[in-house]
């Protein structure tokens, strides 16, 4: 099974005791196996694990929060548009942007009772079903579909489910 091919930063606030590429990586897989319109390597995603302060920007200037998240996404295609390219597997398609903020994660990973990489693995495939137009925010129905997807590809992980 293919997945987006994910272009990553890693921040050096995100420690070395983790493989966050493979990690990324697997998660990206799981992902597909789950929504197959992301099941294709010309589908391009960049990933940055940075810090809170770079995050919070981002929110600040894009969502008009301020303060930081611990993920955003996004997305470069409508719904539609994603679906039109997981037809076309072949041609490029830029799916969009993802950035994590390291503290954030790390401290709703201990408020949750899991570990940093299962959290960070659960927040890489919320924000890519985002980017392939899924949304929780937009009715109880959407995000019960995201969800699922979610806990399906979680567990491909080996990760519990985190709506539990």
Known sequence: MTAPTLEIDIDPVWSETTDWENLANAAAQAAAKVAPELAHESMLVSLVLADDEEVHELNKQWRAKDKPTNVLSFPMLSREEVLSA?????????????????????????????????HTSHLIVHGLLHLAGYDHETGEADA?????????????LGIADPYA
Not at 92 to 114: F, N, S, T, Y
């Open 86 to 118: 997981a037809e076309a597997p072949d041609a490029p398609a830029m799916l969009g942007d993802l950035i994590l903020a390291h503290g954030v994660c790390a401290r709703e990973a201990v408020e949750k009772g899991v570990t940093q990489d299962a």
């Open 144 to 156: 019960e579909e995201m969800e699922g997807l979610e806990r399906k590809a979680l567990a491909l």
